[in-house]
């Protein structure tokens, strides 16, 4: 195995697995959260206003992980930088 | 594939090149300056209003409400610099209805600019509520020994900014694009409305973050505010 499929390889498994994990914490996460939500919703429904915005803003925050995890496995797959590397020095020989 | 809307280059002339980003980003901004003189240039203060001021004044309101409850008690300071960041945002993300447009809050350059944008404006509303000497305090706050972890939180939640906006809106158009290839007619058009959600969502996140930045950092001295 050569070094372009050897960080093809790398780089497509890594990627998957990536996403993958990093969506399960970030999935319990956010499911909890709703749930408590509408919990405090049901028994307090004057002060929704409050509770949908806090839940929101805490959604946002827990969501950034997954969107974390979602850049570095694009990044590995479209814009890799050892891929663009290997790929100008293989050119350059 | 095109990751961001940067690699599309529209002219190009040695040096300087006008991509995607930068002509979207220069319409957005064309239409949102010349739509609201355009409705601001007959203002009527009596009861019967033009349906566009109508809008102009839900809007402005709206906002204000949002800045209010988030606890700044004097919206009337922030409403220019957060309510901008807001419509620029929404408008860069509602406007994906229109074929061939692509969203400039897709690129990370621009979302790294309006981040930096907030990360300029807490420190400055600070100084202005507080004064230099009590704002750089605030630093140390509960005590010395946190003065490095305060600094490095104000990086971070700079980049995390800049970064969830990227990822939402750029991930957004990645779906529809794999999409297009594999299920072709009905499935993108969902998830073109699911984006369209989203990037309201994000477009709110990112200015009551904004807000809720500026807010921890204008009421240092003052007594603890009620929490509802």
């Known amino acids: 195995m050569d070094n372009l499929t050897m960080i093809a390889v790398a780089s497509i498994v890594i990627g998957g697995l990536t996403i993958s994990l990093g969506a399960i914490g970030p999935a319990l996460a956010e499911g909890r959260a709703v749930a408590t939500a509408l919990t405090s919703l049901a028994q307090q429904p004057d002060a929704s206003a409050t509770i949908t915005r806090t839940l929101f803003v805490g959604l946002a925050m827990i969501e950034s992980i997954a969107i974390y995890c979602f850049v570095v496995s694009m990044i590995l797959i479209f814009a890799n930088p050892f891929w663009n590397h290997a790929i100008a020095q293989t050119a350059g020989k | ?228």
């Open chain 2, 1 to 228: 594939m095109r990751l961001t809307p940067d690699q599309l280059i529209f002219w190009q002339h040695g040096f300087f090149k006008v991509n995607a980003t930068m002509a979207f980003t220069w319409g957005l901004m064309l239409v949102l300056a010349a739509g609201s003189r355009l409705v601001t240039r007959q203002l009527s203060v009596g009861l019967e209003r033009s349906g566009w001021q109508n809008l102009l004044e839900m809007v402005v309101t709206g906002i204000e409400t949002q800045i209010q409850e988030v606890g700044l008690s004097q919206p009337q300071k922030y409403v220019g610099f957060l309510g901008t960041l807001f419509l620029f945002i929404a408008a860069a993300s509602i406007s994906t209805v229109i074929p061939g447009y692509q969203p400039p809050t897709a690129s990370l350059s621009t979302t790294t600019a309006l981040a930096l944008c907030v990360f300029v404006a807490v420190p400055f509303f600070g100084i202005e509520e507080e004064g230099l000497g009590s704002y750089l305090k605030s630093y140390t706050k509960p005590t010395l020994l946190m003065l490095p972890f305060n600094i490095i939180s104000e990086l971070s939640r700079t980049l995390a900014l800049a970064v969830r906006l990227f990822g939402n809106m750029m991930s957004g158009a990645m779906i529809i694009a794999i999409l297009l290839t594999i299920t072709p007619f009905l499935f993108p058009i969902l998830m073109t409305m699911l984006g369209l959600l989203t990037g309201m969502v994000q477009a709110y996140i990112f200015s009551i973050l904004a807000a809720v930045y500026i807010a921890a950092a204008t009421r240092v001295r003052k007594p603890k505010a009620v929490t509802p």
